[in-house]
């Protein structure tokens, strides 16, 4: 995931609006775990599972696309200078 995120800011929405819609996806990834958690929904376990399924799925398309351009975001803050030998390892 974290190459078709890369894939995707490079070609198509640029790095800061690929971030911003990966983390929207991961969160929606996110309510969907909650939700497969909730007691009324985990006594069912032929409904609990694929919601569990579908969140972890979610999730990881979410978390896929903000790993491959977060990176290099905290990397241009990076300035040489006084920082030279901290930028350099």
């Known amino acids: 995931m974290p190459l078709f995120g ?15 819609m990966s983390i929207s996806v991961a969160v929606i990834g996110h309510v969907i775990l909650v939700i497969s958690a909730i007691p009324i929904v985990i006594v069912h376990p032929n409904i609990a599972m694929p919601c569990f399924i579908i969140g972890i799925l979610i999730m990881g398309v979410g ?8 990176s290099p975001l905290i990397a241009e803050q990076c300035k040489l200078g006084r920082l030279d030998i901290l930028c350099k390892r």
């Open 6 to 20: 890369a894939f995707v800011a490079e070609r198509y929405w640029g790095r800061f609006k690929t971030i911003q």
């Open 63 to 70: 978390v896929g696309g903000f790993k491959a351009n977060i």
